[in-house]
Structures are given as structure tokens and as C-alpha cells.
């Protein structure tokens, strides 16, 4: 139905089982003549994310959306099956709730102790009502296990390599079993040989690039097919994620991980024009330096802290709790028109030239 139809038109929008797809509103606004839609939970067990539209006056099928769009909800127009979220959020918006996670299920990749990026954004998320995945690399189970009983809602902890195929269809078919769709994976894996950072760049080794591009690099790109068809399931989704500057400018030592952080964010742009039409967004977040476990192995690292304190407009190094609340942001529907795009989250060093 078009804007300005008759003023009679009601809707039913049936949501999907909770502990499926987010639920966002309980109510969805029709913005053209203030009537209310309901909204109803379908009972438990039912097949997930089944949108039927009762509308009395009678639409043509050209005018069904393919793709959900909040102005396409505000319109009236019939939202496609396995599309609820998009009229859910327009009552979100209109709710100004666009940053609530509640209902919405992540999977964060990443976490190796409580100074990872990746944890900081599970935290941010998991607050805001997200209930979440992680996996780990072998050597962290105790710590990420640990690490998750601190989450609201328990968490599912998987083991998973990056670098194996097998690991990554094991953890989205655990996921689908557990949560029945997905909304946001965080990438926050990354991995360069330790002679691969201290050596002239002119001797990194064939093995040390193939190694750094395929877990750096090539990672987001089997992760991100992985979630697709889970994320389809639930009308689309957000996938994140992490870089750093020296993607784009020389930092002493950062040598091979520089090149894979140029591999990665070309990624997001080839990855978000990929999926875009499945209304899976990608993003990266360029975060500015921070002490972790990964930074460690980049030697010299305290003296890049040093130079951004000096030099960044700010005059300050960035927390990880301040990447993940720009992290949130994109993953969140209050950056549900971004993607494809790198957002730099580094007290403004980015911008200086001296
Ligand atoms: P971190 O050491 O806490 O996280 C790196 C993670 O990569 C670890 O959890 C590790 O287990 C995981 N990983 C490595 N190889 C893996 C594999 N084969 N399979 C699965 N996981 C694997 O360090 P961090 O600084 O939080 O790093 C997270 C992301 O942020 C990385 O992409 C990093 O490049 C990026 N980043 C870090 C900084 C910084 O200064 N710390 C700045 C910008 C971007």
C-alpha cells in the first residue's frame, strides 16, 4: 500500500520465537496516519521470522519491497517474508532505540584475554542486551571461558582457528543449532610471525605473508560466508572488523601486518558490495594504538604509544573501551545506512601530517 492509502489499513507482524532473531519493538509505528500495527510473538518452537501483513486494502506484488527499508515500513508496504526486522526497526527508531542489542545474537571472534579489543566490544554489546558466541584460539579456552561467565546472558564458547575451514563451519552450524540466526559477527583475529615484525621488510618470508593475509586477511572473508546464510535468516546483519593505520602509512616493525591490514580493509569495501543486497552491512574500525597481546609482538610499540600521545589532536591514546563503543555504533541498526566503510577511532592521529 502506498503512502496516503486509507487510513484503515492494519497489519500483523508475526515475530520470530524468542532466542531467535531480535526481536526489536513490540510496536511498529505507522507514521501516515498515527495507526499502531501489532506485533506479536509467535509461540515457542514456531518456525522463526515468518511476517504475514493483513491489509485490507489490496496490494499488488510489484510494489513488495525486496529489501527492507525503515522509509518502506513508515510507507505501509508489506514487508517481504523473513523481513521483520526492518519494520521492527522502524519502531525502534521512532522508539530512538536504534543502539539496543536486546534480542540480537553476535558472534565475536577474537578474545584472548581482558585487554582484546574484541572483548571490550563483547562487553559493550552484551550490555546492551546482545547474547553472544566467542570462539578462541586453542591456547585461551580457560581464559575466554573466564572471561564470558562475566556476560549477563551465558555466553557459547567455541574453539576455533581461523585458519581452518573446518573450525569456522563447526562454530556457524553450533551458532544456527543454538541461536537459529545471527545479526553481527566481530572480526578481531590477527596474526604475523614474530621475525616477520622485527626484520627488514625486504626479507619477509613467502610463508610469513602467506600466513599473516590468510588470518588477517582472508579470515573476514570465510567468516563472513559463513554468517550469510544465518544472517539472512534474520533479514540481515552487521559484520565488523579491526585495522589499524598502518594499512595505509610505514610504522617501524609493522612490515607484513601493513600489508594485511590494506588486504583487509580492500575486504570490507569488495565484502560490503558483496552482501550489501542482503542487507549485510561490513565495516572496519581503525582503532589507534593500544597495549595488547597483539601489539606486543610489535617491537618498539611503546614508542608509537608515545608519538600519538604527543601528536594526535586529542593528545591521548585511545581505550579499547572507546573502539568498542564506535564498534557498538556500527554493528548497532544507528549505523544501518553504513557500510563498506573504515571508521578511523584514533584521537585524530590520522589526520596530522607532522
Ligand atoms: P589480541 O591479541 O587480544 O587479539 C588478537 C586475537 O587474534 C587473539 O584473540 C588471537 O587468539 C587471535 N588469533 C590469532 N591467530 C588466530 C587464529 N589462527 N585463529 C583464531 N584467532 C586467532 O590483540 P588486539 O589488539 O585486541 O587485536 C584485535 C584486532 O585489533 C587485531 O586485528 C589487531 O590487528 C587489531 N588492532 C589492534 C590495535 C592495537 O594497537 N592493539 C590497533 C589497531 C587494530
Not at 96 to 105: A, C, E, L, P, R
Not at 119 to 139: C, E, S, V
Not at 274 to 302: C, E, H, M, W, Y
Not at 327 to 349: Q, R
Request: glycine share 10%; charged share 20%.
Amino acid at each position: 500500500m502506498e503512502a496516503g492509502a486509507s487510513s484503515k489499513a492494519t497489519r500483523t507482524v508475526i515475530v520470530p520465537a524468542a532466542g531467535r532473531c531480535a526481536l526489536q519493538a513490540p510496536r511498529v509505528q505507522d507514521s501516515r496516519r498515527g495507526s499502531v500495527d501489532r506485533v506479536r510473538a509467535p509461540a515457542p518452537g514456531r518456525a522463526a521470522l515468518r511476517a504475514t501483513a493483513r491489509v485490507r486494502d489490496s496490494v499488488p506484488p510489484a510494489i513488495v519491497p525486496r529489501r527492507p527499508a525503515a522509509s518502506g515500513a513508515a510507507a505501509g508496504q508489506v514487508p517481504a517474508p523473513g523481513r521483520v526486522r526492518a519494520a521492527a526497526v522502524a519502531g525502534a527508531s521512532a522508539a530512538g532505540d536504534v543502539s539496543d542489542f536486546t534480542g540480537k545474537h553476535g558472534l565475536i571472534v577474537g578474545v584472548a584475554n581482558k585487554r582484546s579489543i574484541a572483548w571490550a566490544i563483547a562487553q559493550a554489546t552484551a550490555r546492551r542486551g546482545a547474547r553472544l558466541a566467542l570462539t578462541y584460539q586453542g591456547r585461551f579456552e580457560e581464559h575466554v571461558n573466564e572471561l564470558s561467565q562475566g556476560l549477563g546472558e551465558p555466553a557459547l564458547v567455541l574453539p576455533c582457528d581461523v585458519a581452518s575451514d573446518g573450525d569456522i563451519d563447526a562454530v556457524f552450524a553450533r551458532i544456527d543449532q543454538e541461536f537459529g540466526g545471527l545479526d553481527f559477527v566481530v572480526h578481531g583475529a590477527a596474526f604475523a610471525q614474530r621475525e616477520e615484525l622485527s626484520a627488514p621488510f625486504t626479507n619477509t618470508s613467502r610463508e610469513g605473508f602467506r600466513v599473516a593475509l590468510d588470518i588477517s586477511a582472508y579470515s573476514l572473508i570465510a567468516l563472513a560466508r559463513g554468517a550469510v546464510p544465518l544472517m539472512e535468516k534474520c533479514g540481515g546483519g552487521s559484520i565488523l572488523t579491526l585495522t589499524y593505520l598502518g594499512s595505509d602509512r610505514v610504522f617501524p616493525n609493522y612490515n607484513v601486518m601493513g600489508v594485511a591490514k590494506a588486504a583487509l580493509e580492500s575486504t570490507v569495501r569488495y565484502l560490503a558490495a558483496d552482501i550489501g543486497p542482503k542487507n549485510i552491512r561490513v565495516n572496519a574500525v581503525s582503532a589507534g594504538p593500544i597495549k595488547t597481546l597483539a601489539a606486543a609482538g610489535i617491537s618498539g610499540f611503546s614508542s608509537i604509544l608515545n608519538v600519538y600521545r604527543e601528536r594526535a589532536p586529542l593528545r591521548r591514546n585511545v581505550e579499547a573501551a572507546e573502539v568498542a563503543e564506535a564498534a557498538a555504533f556500527l554493528l548497532s541498526d544507528a549505523g544501518k545506512a553504513i557500510t563498506g566503510e573504515v571508521l578511523m577511532v584514533d584521537s585524530g592521529f590520522h589526520i596530522t601530517g607532522m
